[in-house]
């Protein structure tokens, strides 16, 4: 069994910067990357950011690139969403999962991310 938490989020004001954090434990070995996703009310869930575990590839969607950072610390078991320059259209509910080479991915509970003024 593998629980992710999700942290960080909250109410910002446009331009501003959020951390989101995703902190893995269990049964964690052979997970093969983590993704961040969000879920805007009325709207389907969408991939954002993805990091491989092991050589930390990174992938972004085109919405979010040059503004988003994703990066891991193996140590801490932990993947962070840095999200900087943060606009009204990024406000959802963020989600992280972890994906395993053999076997089912795993998700978070979520953490609101709000940007408004």
């Known amino acids: 069994q593998v629980r992710l938490v999700e942290s960080g989020g909250g109410l910002v004001q446009p331009g501003g910067s959020l951390r989101l954090s995703c902190g893995a434990s269990?049964?964690?070995?052979?997970?093969?990357?983590t993704s961040w996703y969000r879920q805007a009310p009325g709207k389907e869930r969408e991939l954002v950011a993805t990091?491989?575990?092991?050589?930390?590839?990174?992938n972004y969607v085109d919405s979010v690139k040059g503004r988003f950072t994703i990066s891991r610390d193996n140590v801490k078991n932990t993947v962070y969403l840095q999200m900087n320059n943060l606009k009204p259209e990024d406000t959802a509910l963020y989600y992280c999962?972890?994906?395993?080479?053999?076997?089912?991915?795993?998700w978070g509970q979520g953490t609101q991310v709000t940007v408004s003024s």
């Open positions: 269990g049964f964690i070995s052979g997970m093969y990357a």
């Open positions: 999962k972890a994906v395993f080479a053999l076997g089912p991915s795993y």
């Open positions: 990091i491989t575990t092991t050589g930390g590839v990174t």
